[in-house]
């Protein structure tokens, strides 16, 4: 069934449509959302500890433990939001992290959109904006203070990460044969 969640239920879509050309089931290519999302986690997990430790072993060594743990493996094989959720948490601290380290414009663009296209696959997300407001929160008080524009076009942005919402709006307007909400504007 969707989720409900936008992102999630569009990268669906579009991987279901492969099973017409591929020779794999539909659920197999929704589960890859899962498998794909957590290998990226454990990938960015891994850059994320190099760039704290700055010790190539200790980074590999936590990877592969955190790789091989039971929950992860679980919700890497299973086609929900969770592991996508995982991603996005791990790929937040990681660009905060970067963007404190870089001070880059671009970087602080692209965590914003991020940002905003993290709260389109679940909102447990919120639970680490605490985090990444307090890795750049030195930042982007300079940015507030010299940069307004700066600001101004990180949170456009981040509007644009909210983008996959408007599934739901298009979804209800083509009224389908089960319409939960009856999603047709903004207010409804």
Not at 73 to 83: D, S, T
Not at 95 to 110: C, D, M, R
Not at 112 to 118: C, E, H, Q
Not at 177 to 187: F, G, N, P
Request: net charge positive; hydrophobic share 55%; glycine share 2%.
């Amino acid at each position: 069934h969707p989720p409900g969640y936008p992102l999630f239920t569009i990268l669906g879509f579009i991987l279901t449509r492969l099973s017409y050309i591929l020779p794999f089931t539909p659920a197999f290519l929704v589960s890859l959302i899962s498998v794909l999302s957590t290998s990226l986690a454990i990938i960015i997990y891994f850059r994320l500890a190099l760039k704290l430790t700055k010790s190539l072993l200790i980074s590999f060594i936590c990877s592969l433990i955190t790789a091989t743990i039971y929950i992860i493996w679980l919700l890497a094989v299973i086609p929900e939001v969770f592991a996508l959720n995982s991603f996005f948490a791990l790929l937040l601290l990681y660009l905060s992290l970067l963007y404190t380290k870089s001070k880059s414009t671009t970087l602080l663009y692209i965590l914003a959109f991020f940002i905003g296209l993290s709260l389109t696959n679940h909102f447990t997300i919120i639970s680490i904006f605490p985090s990444v407001f307090l890795i750049i929160f030195p930042q982007l008080k300079r940015v507030l203070q010299s940069e307004k524009r700066v600001l101004f076009t990180a949170l456009f942005i981040g509007f644009m990460g909210l983008l996959p919402y408007l599934y739901v709006v298009i979804s209800s307007l083509l009224k389908p044969a089960v319409d939960w909400a009856h999603i047709t504007s903004v207010q409804s």
